[in-house]
């Protein structure tokens, strides 16, 4: 069965840092590339940063460049979301997904991932 778990987001400050975990289960975890994406009250669900299956490479979307890491740890069926400098604008709710596998799929698209989990919240506030 599939289980997908975020945990880790919270309510901090402008400029503190978050790491956030996604444990999964289910799948041949190291078989496939994750994503994390976010959605804010009234705006659609956005992909923020994905890395392929092997580790090898990693996207991020312009507004989160230089301040996030995403990463894996195969051995643990584990994606992470290292979230420096945090902003207002970040705050969201924070979900993990499984991107599909055809090679010509946008990292960007969030119609292009399944297996989302509950999210979690990341609120930045003064």
């Known amino acids: 069965q599939v289980q997908v778990v975020e945990s880790g987001g919270g309510l901090v400050q402008p400029g503190s840092s978050l790491r956030l975990t996604c444990v999964v289960s289910?799948?041949?975890?190291?078989?496939?590339?994750m994503g994390w994406s976010r959605q804010a009250p009234g705006k659609e669900r956005q992909i923020v940063a994905f890395?392929?299956?092997?580790?090898?490479?990693?996207f991020y979307t312009d507004s989160v460049k230089g301040r996030f890491t995403i990463s894996r740890d195969d051995a643990k069926n584990t994606v992470y979301l290292q979230m420096n400098s945090l902003q207002a604008e970040d705050t969201a709710i924070y979900y993990c997904g499984r991107r599909q596998t055809a090679p010509n799929y946008s990292v960007y698209d969030p119609a292009k991932y399944d297996f989302w989990g509950q999210g979690t919240q990341v609120t930045v506030s003064s």
């Open positions: 289910g799948w041949e975890f190291r078989n496939y590339g």
């Open positions: 890395i392929t299956w092997n580790g090898g490479d990693t």
